[in-house]
């Protein structure tokens, strides 16, 4: 069975301070050793995370990273640097970089193949608008979306669905919505990498994940972990989301 992954993104939120103070109180929890869990701060905040998080059993993430090593880019921060600080991990292609900052297919790939180069681990983010979803064109993005897979690296990546109306809105999708876009990217990560490494390779739900509905969609057969906004911020609901994942990881389903 794939190990689960639970990934905090925290987005623009928690400086310094409050990140040395939730990781202290992160770390002193009694996390459970079944679940690989990352947490993804700011860029501000990664020197400090990654000194507290040296040698911890939690992992460091990148909300970012540039497709380059170096070079006049202003603004952007390169994958050898993101290792050389001791982060292992970095997300790509959020649909907040997609909407917001201009992220494309192609910038997407560049990124992760660079941070894959530097020894980075990958999570791919993927996912339909509400307008895409209601004009029955849910599959059709997340095949163009992930039709460049095959330029990765299957050993440094993980998926994630996120799709983008649950994004913070508190709508997370059904568990029948989730499985079905799980099972889809399955059958695409299949025909990037064939059959035996797609099942191998950790497909993560997000979108308005929380210790209310983790139980449920953390039990879907595709659903291999979560990416988790929100609740990632709260220590408790971040270490119930965890909990949860380890429930099913033990295959106890309360
Ligand atoms: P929420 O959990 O806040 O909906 O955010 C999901 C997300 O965007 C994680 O990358």
Request: aromatic share 4%; hydrophobic share 45%.
């Given at each position: 069975m794939r190990r689960l992954l639970i990934a905090g993104n925290w987005k623009m939120h928690k400086g310094v301070a409050e990140t040395t103070s939730f990781l202290e109180s992160l770390l002193a929890e009694d996390l459970p050793p079944a679940v690989d869990v990352v947490c993804c701060p700011p860029f501000a905040s990664l020197p400090a995370a990654a000194m507290m998080l040296a040698g911890a059993e939690v992992g460091l993430g990148a909300q970012n990273v540039h497709w380059?090593?170096?070079?006049?880019?202003?603004g952007e921060v390169a994958a050898p640097m993101l290792a050389e600080l001791g982060v292992g991990w970095v997300i790509v292609g959020h649909s907040e970089r997609r909407t917001l900052f201009g992220e494309t297919d192609a910038t997407a790939v560049a990124r992760a193949r660079a941070a894959q180069a530097a020894g980075l681990e990958v999570i791919y983010c993927v996912g339909e608008t509400l307008a895409e979803r209601d004009q029955g064109a849910t599959f059709a993005v997340l095949e163009r979306q992930t039709s460049?897979?095959?330029?990765?690296?299957p050993r440094r990546l993980a998926l994630a669905y996120e799709p983008v109306w649950a994004i913070g809105t508190g709508r997370n999708a059904s568990p029948e919505q989730a499985e079905e876009a799980h099972a889809f990217l399955r059958v695409r990560l299949a025909g990037a990498f064939g059959g035996g490494a797609a099942e191998g390779l950790r497909i993560l739900y997000g979108g308005s994940l929380k210790p209310a509905n983790a139980r449920q969609l953390l039990?879907?057969?595709?659903?291999?972990?979560g990416l988790i906004g929100g609740a990632s911020l709260d220590l408790r609901s971040f270490s119930d989301i965890i909990r949860a994942a380890a429930a099913r990881a033990a295959g106890v389903d309360s």
């Open positions: 380059e090593a170096s070079g006049a880019f202003t460049g897979l095959a330029e990765l690296d039990a879907l057969p595709d659903v291999d972990g």
